[in-house]
């Protein structure tokens, strides 16, 4: 590839990416089936979807349209029957289940609809459980403490640090779902219908919080939704209807 001609010419090499520009999540032709006895369940088709860096999503449509599924694909948990999924420039369609357990681990953050909190350990410890599973000295005890102890003062937490799940209300809970996505830094967060649980006006805070935390890291986010007053917190909404996308 280099001719004679080439050889003095002083060559500024480009950085290569995949995407060019910076792009958190980008799906490609994203289908997903589900097998279902002898019926196939098309739950997602044709998805094409980009967000950028620091872009908050919502994606709003009926239930059993596919969100849940999209954000299962888009964070790693589901692998799509075809299309590409790229997460942070890395494609990770066709990663082996240990990548994708590693890949979760480290580069996303996932926040659902029923709070999944464990029961049996305070708000500080269910922060502090994702360095643990982690398998490894991310960083060290100390230094994850700090971190969980930040998250905790910024999801004004502070004084809840010590109580077990059941000793808080549904929108303290959820912000400690909030802060346990945090905890790994991830590029992007995905939400499956955080506020479903609480009511508007609870509901309104939560997203309020989700906005301030994801702007303040440029952390970029899919915020899954029903209600159409929560949009206003997105930067772009998506909606989905049988599988399909429009925006
Ligand atoms: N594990 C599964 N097995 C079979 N069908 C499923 C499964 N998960 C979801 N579906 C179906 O796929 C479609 C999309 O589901 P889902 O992504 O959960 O939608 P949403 O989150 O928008 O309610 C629905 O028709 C649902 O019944
Ligand atoms: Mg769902």
């Given amino acids: 590839m280099t001719g004679p001609d080439d050889r003095h010419t002083p060559q500024v090499v480009p950085t290569m990416r995949t995407s060019p520009s910076p792009v958190a999540l980008r799906l490609r032709a994203v289908r997903k089936t589900y ?5 196939e369940i098309v739950a997602l088709d044709h998805a094409d979807l980009d967000v950028a860096d620091g872009e908050i999503v919502a994606l709003v449509g009926p239930s059993g349209s596919g969100k849940t599924t999209l954000c299962s694909i888009a964070g790693g948990l589901l ?9 942070g420039g890395r494609d990770i369609t066709g990663r ?4 994708l357990t590693e890949f979760r681990r480290t580069s996303v953050g996932f926040v659902f609809q029923t709070v999944n909190l464990v029961p049996f350990l305070t708000a500080r410890e269910n922060l502090l459980v994702v360095d643990e599973l982690a398998g490894r000295q991310r960083r060290g005890r100390r230094a ?16 809840r640090a010590a109580n077990l799940p059941a000793q808080l209300s549904g929108g303290q809970r959820q912000r400690v779902a909030i802060g346990r ?3 790994n830094d991830p590029a992007l967060v995905l939400f499956d219908e ?3 649980a609480l009511d508007s006006q609870l509901g309104d805070q939560v997203v309020g919080l989700i906005r301030e935390e994801m702007k303040s890291r440029g952390t970029s986010a899919i915020i899954v939704t029903h209600d159409e007053r929560i949009t206003h917190y997105a930067d772009r909404t998506v909606r989905i209807e049988d599988g399909r996308l429009s925006q």
């Avoid at 799509?80 to 790229?86: F, K, L, M, Q």
């Avoid at 082996?96 to 990548?99: H, Y």
């Fill in 96 to 99: 082996s289940a240990a990548e």
């Fill in 144 to 159: 994850a403490g700090k971190r969980a102890d930040e998250l905790l003062g910024e999801l004004g937490l502070t004084d």
């Fill in 79 to 87: 692998r799509a029957t075809s299309g590409t999924v790229e997460v």
């Fill in 35 to 39: 097998q279902v006895g002898d019926n």
């Fill in 181 to 183: 996505a945090l905890m």
């Fill in 194 to 196: 955080p506020t479903s």
